[in-house]
């Protein structure tokens, strides 16, 4: 009568180590595919939420639907907006402007404009105005303080509502240019409207 064997054998242990890495091996597969999809979806979503920014042609905190709602019939096939990015002009000095034309291949005479200057400091920001020939009228509850006017320009045949909007060392222009002859505003509808999508601004 043979004697029993204690234990495994080498072939017994093979087998368990075989099993015991291609188990390992099979996790490692399922827990890294899992995380390439968590990663991927989530690399997607942030990618659809930039792209949605980016659509929304939200310009100093205000989306293109809003100005578009705002501005009314007139702005019914509203492009845009061409948006230069924050520019450096000098001194520390930095500007940043967004326009909206009214109609596909419109120039800015026919067009809805944002224009911010953003001065380094309150001697920059006075030096920019002292040549600003245009007044206009105040306007009560915007910013440190604000204005409004309605002129022609002659050049570009064309007649500007602007509301200038001061806040701290920025300054504002909400602005619609039209030619004279294709107005759609006049003088007081231009203000209220400018007045509202200011308000609806990030200043």
């Known amino acids: 009568m043979s004697k029993k064997q204690s234990g495994f054998t080498a072939i017994e242990v093979i087998i368990v180590i075989a099993v015991i890495g291609v188990i390992g091996i ?3 597969l ?3 595919r899992k995380s ?3 990663t991927s979806t989530t690399d997607t979503k942030q990618v659809a939420k930039e792209d949605n920014k980016k659509d929304s042609g939200s310009c100093f905190g205000v989306s293109k639907e ?3 709602t705002l501005l009314g019939t007139p702005a019914a096939n509203l ?3 061409s948006d230069t990015g924050v520019v450096d002009i000098s001194k520390g000095d930095k500007a940043q402007t967004c326009v909206y034309p009214f109609a596909a291949g ?19 920001l006075d030096a920019s105005q002292k040549y600003s020939i245009t007044e206009g009228s105040s306007v009560e509850g915007l910013g440190d303080s604000a ?3 309605a002129t022609d320009a002659a050049i570009s045949n064309s007649r500007d509502f602007v509301l200038t909007v001061r806040q701290d060392l920025k300054i504002y222009k909400f602005s619609i240019s039209q030619p004279q002859d294709a107005l759609t505003y006049n003088d ?5 409207i400018l007045i509202q999508i200011a308000q609806a601004a990030t200043l």
């Open 106 to 124: 419109a120039t800015v005479t026919n067009s809805f404009t944002i224009d911010r200057g953003t001065y380094a400091n309150q001697a920059n």
């Open 26 to 28: 099979v996790g490692w």
């Open 36 to 38: 390439t999809k968590n």
């Open 147 to 149: 204005s409004y006017a």
């Open 188 to 192: 007081a509808s231009a203000q209220r």
């Open 66 to 68: 809003t100005i578009k």
């Open 30 to 32: 399922v827990i890294g």
């Open 79 to 81: 492009q845009g907006p």
